[in-house]
């Protein structure tokens, strides 16, 4: 095969709109440093926007090309569209068969691409416009934004069958779903529990940004009315809001907050060595922070919602609201061998529907076939 040919069968693929490589934030970080490090480096050329302070944090692939951005945290929100607006009219004119835009809120700046030929393809996440963390106008530009992306992307990815659902119900637009990957469990640092002052199976583990559609503050007032001897360790970055001020005041010798965990093998520890993870999260689609503790072999307490449900099934009880948490805590306590099943369940789900290589592979096929059109 002649040199020729071979670079006629590379893609050039923009991601934007996450926060770059490594992944240190959500959802979106990890599925764009899952592609970066396993989309096949003689199909794909990528490029990834990155937050300027992740330069330097990690090796970057061969076939990658990161483009970093600085970030005015006060004026994050505003910052980011901007961003993003910039960098779609930037892959309009630059080399790129297709655009993969994580998140929509810059989606009237899809035009551009679209109007110059290129393909766009939208992760649309979750309902962002339900996030409480947003004032309402930030809620009512984030709804006129999904309307917009329902119209004038080249195609809709869903990360939950039940968020594709309602943009055909809501729009009368299919998606194609693609599910967040659920990371294998790598080696962990066991060391690090002891510098969080945990030991294995004696505490509860809750992964999350400390916002209040994750819930926080129900599955802190849920344990607190349990009667377990056990820890919550809550791991989230703790940052000067109002809503963590109101967390932090509920704090007590069984409650922890042990603020970002960015590394993986600590983080894995963590996971893998609690009791059970509690999950609280409302409004977003299939959660990274779920699957990978469910990868780790990691029983679940979740809150009540169809995209909770369509990830954990039969791995997890659920709750709706403090009492009920308090009474599933009670309830998984008392019964070691459905703990045992329901961590053996959780592991196998995550294998069989999940793993980075289904995913990969489901995001090499969409853009492959996309750049063809």
């Known amino acids: ?8 069968r590379t893609v050039t693929v923009a991601l934007l709109g996450s926060r770059g490589i490594p992944a240190r934030y959500g959802g979106f970080e ?9 989309l096949p480096k003689d199909r794909f050329r990528l490029y990834v926007t990155c937050e300027s302070s992740l330069r330097g944090l990690g090796s970057v692939p061969s076939n990658v090309r990161t483009l970093y951005i600085p970030v005015v945290e006060k004026l994050r929100v505003v910052s980011e569209v901007v961003h993003d607006a910039l960098f779609l009219a930037w892959s309009g004119f630059a080399g790129v068969d297709v655009v993969l835009l994580f998140g929509y809120a810059a989606s009237l700046f899809c035009l551009l691409p679209r109007l110059l030929g290129k393909t766009v393809v939208v ?3 979750g309902l962002e416009w339900k996030r409480r963390k947003f004032p309402r106008p930030v809620r009512w530009a984030l709804k006129i934004a999904e309307m917009i992306v329902a ?4 195609i809709l990815v869903c990360d939950s069958r039940a968020i594709g659902a309602y943009y055909r119900q809501r729009y009368g637009v299919d998606s194609v779903y693609i599910p967040n990957p659920g990371r294998a469990c790598m080696p962990e640092d066991i060391e690090s529990l002891r510098q969080f002052r945990l030991e294995p ?3 509860y583990s809750v992964v999350a940004r400390l916002e209040p559609e994750n819930n926080l503050h129900i599955i802190i007032e849920g344990f607190n009315k349990s009667n377990s001897t056990k820890k919550l360790a809550i791991v989230g970055p703790l940052n000067t809001s109002t ?9 007590n010798k069984r409650l922890l907050f042990l603020g970002g965990v960015y590394e993986r093998p600590r983080l894995i520890a963590i996971r893998k060595n609690s009791f059970a993870y509690i999950h609280g999260q409302e409004v977003g689609g299939t959660s990274p922070s779920l699957l990978e503790s469910m990868a780790c072999g990691t029983a679940v307490l979740s809150l009540d919602v169809p995209y909770n449900r369509e990830v954990a099934r039969d791995a ?11 009474e599933r805590i009670t309830s998984l306590e008392s019964d070691d061998e459905r703990t045992r099943n329901m961590r053996q369940r959780a592991a196998k789900i995550v294998e069989q529907e999940y793993s980075t290589a289904v995913v990969v592979n489901r995001y090499a096929q969409l853009l492959s076939c996309r750049s063809k059109e």
């Open 151 to 154: 119209r004038v992307a080249t």
């Open 243 to 251: 809503y963590v001020k109101s967390l932090l005041m509920m704090q």
């Open 316 to 326: 997890a009880l659920y709750f709706t609201n403090a009492t009920e948490l308090a």
């Open 123 to 125: 992760n649309v996440d």
């Open 30 to 38: 990890t599925v764009v440093e899952e592609l970066a490090n396993h």
């Open 201 to 203: 199976r004696g505490y």
């Open 1 to 8: 095969m002649s040199l020729q040919s071979r670079r006629a």
